[in-house]
């Protein structure tokens, strides 16, 4: 998009449209007026979060990718509200879920090793001149991105020799079909009672869960002072502050002494910040600092997860779709692979749609965007999409290897 056709440059004044939206979208949501009562019934406030956003950035009113809000949500607010969400968190309990949400997760993996080449084989037989030369190639990056993150997408496009103008296609391509997928999850986090209720699904460990922390915060719960938000905002940007030190000192040391390792996200400034931030708030939660929930340190983390919502929402153009409808089509086909087989075998093995939605949003939107389909569930549920993510990043480098080699078999 042309810097000229924006009419919002600075980004001020987009934050502050972005915090009228949030605003409005809130106060409708828990409004008495049957209207909204009934649109809020079917159209989650999530979604709208995300979607409104995005709306504005496709039709010109603000440039979403010349913007620094979305760094400055993904590098500060996340690991700030990563580590208020992880304040209150029982860790047995969350090892507790069981292994349901590593199989979901797993299978979510395996729908996008299998998915990309059989959406190829299917529409590459039928558009064999679209879809034929190094367009497997360039699809290999996408399964980098959706499996692991931004560098194992990096790495596919070194190992696979991707052209630059194929990967700005499939950077496009993975950007909207990601994010099309995350408003469908967040769509079915708002039905999930129904959605477990029709595949018989047990939940109680989720809701064992979720019921600790919410008769943690009924028994301790009070009005916060001002002491108590200061404190609030020393912890969460602390330890946000600690995780940048951490992470600008550990992983150039790794992509220096140990530049193998690049492939698999440890060279990664933003993997470490993700990882310490976690780490420390779930070492704090076992501290007297867990006393910060009782003054509401989740709710501050959950603004700060919907500001993160917003900004994501501002990187998605869906009049992109016009200028390359065949490789969309393509990238719809894959991603229903993938959503189909999990919908599967959650099916089989009765797994919640807890473990469904985050297990595939771990895999293809990564940590800074599984903690939001997490938390749409519950506040107290984000950190198991973080974990579940962090292992993406491990698996990455291999999966999108193992895929690329598919795609290469199959291409037409």
């Known amino acids: 998009m042309q810097e000229t056709t924006v009419l919002i440059t600075n980004d001020a004044v987009v934050l ?207 009005i916060p002072t001002m002491h108590d938000l200061m404190l609030i905002f020393a912890v969460a940007f602390g330890v946000t502050g600690f995780s940048h030190l951490i992470a600008d000192i550990v992983a150039p040391w790794i992509g220096r002494e140990a530049p193998v390792l690049a492939d698999y996200s440890l060279a990664s400034t933003f993997f470490w910040l993700v990882v310490v931030a976690t780490t420390v708030g779930l070492i704090l939660s076992a501290t007297r600092v867990r006393q910060l929930e009782a003054v509401g340190a989740s709710k501050v983390g959950s603004a700060f997860l919907y500001i993160l919502v917003a900004t994501i929402g501002m990187h998605m153009d869906v009049t992109a779709i016009l200028d390359y409808p065949l490789m969309f089509v393509v990238g719809i086909v894959w991603m229903a692979f993938h959503a189909g087989l999990m919908l599967l075998v959650a099916k089989l093995i009765k797994a919640p749609l807890f473990y469904m939605a985050v297990g595939s949003q771990a895999n293809v939107g990564g940590a800074a965007s599984a903690p939001v389909v997490a938390a749409a569930f519950h506040p107290s549920l984000a950190p198991v999409g973080v974990l579940l993510a962090i292992l993406g990043y491990g698996l990455g480098t291999y999966g999108a290897y193992l895929c690329g080699l598919l795609l290469r078999m199959v291409a037409p």
């Open 16 to 222: 502050g449209l972005l915090a009228l939206i949030l605003g409005l979208v809130f106060y409708t949501s828990h409004s008495a007026n049957r209207y909204c009562k009934a649109f809020y019934r079917y159209v989650p406030a999530l979604l709208l979060c995300y979607f409104i956003p995005s709306l504005l950035n496709s039709f010109g009113i603000i440039d979403g990718e010349g913007s620094a809000l979305y760094k400055m949500a993904s590098r500060y607010l996340l690991p700030a509200s990563l580590v208020l969400l992880t304040l209150s968190v029982d860790f047995k309990a969350i090892i507790g879920l069981g292994p349901k949400a590593l199989i979901m997760f797993l299978t979510g993996t395996l729908g996008i090793i299998i998915g990309g080449p059989l959406a190829l084989l299917m529409l590459g037989s039928l558009y064999p001149e679209a879809l034929g030369g190094d367009i497997w190639r360039g699809m290999s990056t996408i399964a980098g991105s959706w499996i692991g993150g931004g560098a194992n997408q990096a790495a596919m496009k070194e190992v696979f020799e991707v052209d630059g103008s194929i990967f700005s296609v499939m950077i496009t391509v993975d950007v909207i079909v990601a994010n099309v997928w995350m408003a469908v999850l967040l769509l079915m986090a708002s039905r999930a009672s129904y959605f477990d209720q029709k595949t018989g699904a047990d939940t109680s460990a989720i809701r064992h869960l979720q019921q600790k922390i919410e008769n943690y915060q009924a028994q301790h719960a009070r």
